[in-house]
């Protein structure tokens, strides 16, 4: 299955921000859609943010206008750009991609391991 490699995320003050990046390894042809998903304790995985192929994205509610993702095709990277972060933003944050085409052939779905996102007060 390809490889997800997550960085970027770490500490920070109320009001701060973040950019996290998400690397497909391998050589890879395409992918239909990359984005980031976070949970937190207690609480059910959730859709922060995708972006397709063509450039449609989606937002979830309580990040738009403060997130912004894009990729790099040619690196084969998203990036999730996060200002004026909240306390309630805090969680671990997993990169996905679905429809991976490579050179290993066809991959359905994978998901990075998850980076720990905090925001204090």
């Known amino acids: 299955q390809v490889q997800l490699v997550e960085s970027g995320g770490g500490l920070v003050q109320a009001g701060g921000s973040l950019r996290l990046s998400c690397a497909a390894s391998?050589?890879?042809?395409?992918?239909?859609?990359m984005g980031w998903y976070r949970q937190a304790p207690g609480n059910q995985r959730e859709l922060v943010a995708a972006?397709?192929?063509?450039?449609?994205?989606n937002y979830a509610d309580s990040v738009k206008g403060r997130f912004t993702i894009s990729r790099d095709n040619v690196k084969i990277t998203v990036y999730l750009q996060m200002n004026s972060l909240k306390p309630e933003d805090t969680a671990v944050y997993y990169c996905n991609a679905e429809g991976i085409r490579g050179v290993y052939g066809y991959t359905s779905y994978s998901w990075g391991q998850g980076i720990q996102v905090a925001v204090s007060s």
């Open positions: 391998g050589t890879i042809f395409s992918i239909n859609a």
């Open positions: 972006i397709t192929s063509g450039g449609s994205i």
